[in-house]
């Protein structure tokens, strides 16, 4: 019996420490985070400014035209209430608009609990923190699609 006790005591000691992140910044007080969507793939920087966001060294207005999408990507800064604080710059790669917009919402939000480990808990229960991993099923040979067969006739 004592045994039990003894794990017992270990379990509620372990409930009791919480793990603590500490900042990942570089030398130019940047973080840096890699963010993934469907078949896109962001990576993003994150420093202290003026709320300018560039990706491939276009503005967001430019790149995202649909405000849906500027509105998915902002939704991280806006939830933790840092709007206007940082500066971000992303390069973006594969898929398409919305896939891409997802990979920097993801790669943002990243990036953001590197810079200021404080705001995990909020993103994670935002659901931000969590990479969406549906991509599109391929293709299967006999198959007319992913699943659909071709017609079938008996004569």
């Known amino acids: 019996m004592q045994g039990f006790d003894t794990l017992k ?13 500490e900042p990942k910044i570089d030398s130019l007080g940047r973080s840096y985070a890699t963010g993934r969507r469907k078949n896109s793939i962001a990576r993003v920087w994150l420093k202290r400014g003026s709320g300018k966001i560039v990706v491939n060294g276009r503005d967001i ?3 995202f035209a649909r405000p849906v999408l500027r509105m998915m990507i902002n939704q991280p800064i806006e939830v933790v209430s840092r709007v206007g604080q940082y500066d971000i710059m992303c390069t973006v790669v594969g ?5 891409q917009a997802g990979a920097v919402r993801h790669g943002l939000t990243r990036a953001l609990t ?9 993103l994670k229960s935002g659901g931000f923190l ?15 699609g992913a699943r659909r067969s071709y017609q079938f006739s008996k004569r």
């Open 9 to 21: 005591n270990l379990s509620q000691e372990t409930e009791s420490v919480q793990k603590v992140y």
């Open 95 to 99: 898929g398409g608009c919305s896939g």
């Open 114 to 122: 590197h810079f200021e480990p404080g705001l995990r808990p909020q």
């Open 61 to 63: 207005t430019d790149y």
């Open 130 to 144: 969590t990479r969406d991993s549906r991509i599109v099923e391929r293709k299967k040979y006999g198959k007319a």
